[in-house]
């Protein structure tokens, strides 16, 4: 199985700041990997797909690119309601793995 | 507005069964692939299988192959999951989320709550 390695696995900013979180491939996935922002109490919602697509409804702050194996999600200035759980998800081949998360906090 | 419903949920002794269900609401079921994915407390979202529009697919993480079941009944807009042999481990909350042409899955459940214990 695709494993995926996200880095770190928490992380707390400021407002304002510019955040970047990391999801590292085992093996080669292309751009098939997306991004997922996880609240408490709330289903996950999708924010990156095919490495570098906004989903749907989501603010242009964030952004995903990807060099190589290495993939990143970007919030440009963070704000309060960015605080989350994030999980990169790759759907390159079944079956499909969640990296272990990354929780980011307000400083 | 697209809604999906988990209900089945519930406690479980080890190596019993259980069969969770997820309606939709709001759009054409039949015109999308379904996945369910778990949580367990205190851990991270794990992807647990998936299946075409029309069933022609499906696939299991390693951890239920051979376990669980994902079917669907597109005559009523529901979703499944068959889970058998069931272990401790398999104790999570159970989301059900619909995928797009992309692969992205943009409608979630609340989720199931599955605990696996004498």
């Known amino acids: 199985d695709i494993q995926l390695t996200q880095s770190p696995s928490s992380m707390s900013a400021s407002l304002g700041d510019r955040v970047s979180l990391t999801c590292q491939s085992s093996q080669g996935i292309g751009n098939y990997l997306s991004w997922y922002q996880h609240k408490p109490g709330k289903p996950p919602k999708p924010m990156i797909y095919?490495?570098?697509n906004l989903a749907d409804g989501v603010p242009s702050r964030f952004s995903g690119s990807r060099s190589g194996s290495d993939y990143s999600l970007t919030i440009s200035s963070l704000e309060s309601e960015d605080t989350a759980i994030y999980y990169c998800l790759q759907y390159d081949e079944y079956p499909w793995t969640f990296g272990g998360g990354t929780k980011l906090e307000l400083k | 507005e697209v809604q999906l419903v988990e209900s089945g949920g519930g406690l479980v002794q080890p190596g019993r069964s259980l069969k969770l269900s997820c309606v939709a609401s709001g759009f054409t079921f039949s015109n999308y692939g379904m996945n369910w994915i778990r949580q367990a407390p205190g851990k991270g979202l794990e992807w647990v299988a998936y299946?075409?529009?029309?069933?022609?697919?499906?696939y299991y993480a390693e951890t239920v192959k051979g376990r669980f079941t994902i079917s669907r009944d597109n005559a009523k807009n529901t979703l499944y999951l068959q889970m058998t042999s069931l272990r401790s481990e398999d104790t999570a909350l159970y989301y059900c989320?619909?995928?797009?042409?992309?692969?992205?899955?943009?409608?979630w459940g609340q989720g199931a709550s599955v605990t696996v214990s004498s």
């Open positions: 095919y490495a570098t």
């Open positions: 299946i075409s529009s029309g069933s022609s697919y499906i």
């Open positions: 989320a619909r995928t797009t042409d992309y692969y992205v899955m943009d409608a």
